[in-house]
């Protein structure tokens, strides 16, 4: 399916590897140019080569880390000089550590809510004003399904995400009338580099080995299996698109089933 991308420009935060990589990656197949951004320039410069073999015009890596709040303001800079203008913004980082409610520390909710809630929302809106000139823009973060329903053992995601799925919904609203859509995607479990370390922790912690929690939760799973991350960007792509206009504000959870709410 033609989704109508070619010619639009996307920012794409955490893009290396994993999900933001499938991310990027389904946006350049659609024809968008990208700026993709990490912590390692020779693993960018990689991936910007593969993005454009698949399709992006013009793919650019940009080294910026998300625990220093000044560096969003560069990479957002970076990212317009490169691209002319950024019309989507994916909004993505790395995952804290694992813990219970009652092992959580003041300090480890201190730095991480800077990485999870204040430097998504600094470069969001150093970013919106000119989609607001333009009247069109897409801004799509990449969650969990935790914000659906808290996961056992990842309290601090659990906590922060949350703020973000406040604070998406009330931007939502703000801006749905200029041709800005704010949606967030709740991925389940992915055979990602994020899912090796949380099994590592919980295989620790618990003396199960690592392929007896996988078939635990694959089990728990309607589709039986752990999603593979070719299965997520195609979502983010579509919610990009014109296809998905009256969409926005909304969690989307892309999990296999798993969370039983409706």
């Not at 070719?230 to 009256?246: I, T, V």
Request: with cysteine.
């Amino acid at each position: 399916m033609d989704l109508g991308l070619k010619g639009r420009r996307a920012l794409v935060m955490g893009a290396s590897k994993g999900l933001g990589r499938s991310v990027a990656d389904a946006l350049a197949e659609e024809g968008v140019a990208l700026a993709i951004s990490g912590r390692n320039q020779d693993t960018l410069d990689r991936a910007a080569a593969e993005l454009e073999a698949l399709g992006a015009p013009k793919a650019v890596g940009i080294v910026a880390d998300v625990a220093e709040g000044a560096q969003m303001d560069r990479l957002a800079d970076a990212a317009v000089a490169a691209l002319g203008g950024v019309d989507i913004l994916v909004l993505n980082h790395g995952g804290p550590p694992t813990c219970t409610a009652l092992e959580m520390k003041q300090e480890d909710l201190v730095t991480w809510f800077q990485r999870i809630v204040l430097s998504p929302i600094r470069i969001a809106n150093k970013l919106l004003p000119a989609m607001q000139q333009q009247q069109w823009g897409r801004l799509i973060t990449i969650a969990s399904t935790g914000v659906a329903q808290p996961l056992p053992g990842l309290a601090l995601s659990n906590t922060l995400r949350s703020a973000i799925v406040g604070w998406n919904k009330t931007l939502a609203s703000e801006v749905a009338g200029q041709g800005i859509t704010c949606n967030i995607m709740g991925p389940g479990a992915f055979n990602t580099d994020r899912t090796k370390e949380t099994l590592a922790a919980a295989s620790q912690k618990t003396g199960k080995s690592i392929e007896a929690l996988v078939a635990e939760r694959s089990a728990a799973i309607p589709v039986g299996r752990y999603g593979e991350p070719r299965e997520f960007g195609p979502m983010a792509a579509f919610l990009a698109s014109d296809k998905a206009a009256y969409t926005t504000g909304r969690v989307h959870l892309i999990d296999g089933g798993v969370v039983r709410g409706v």
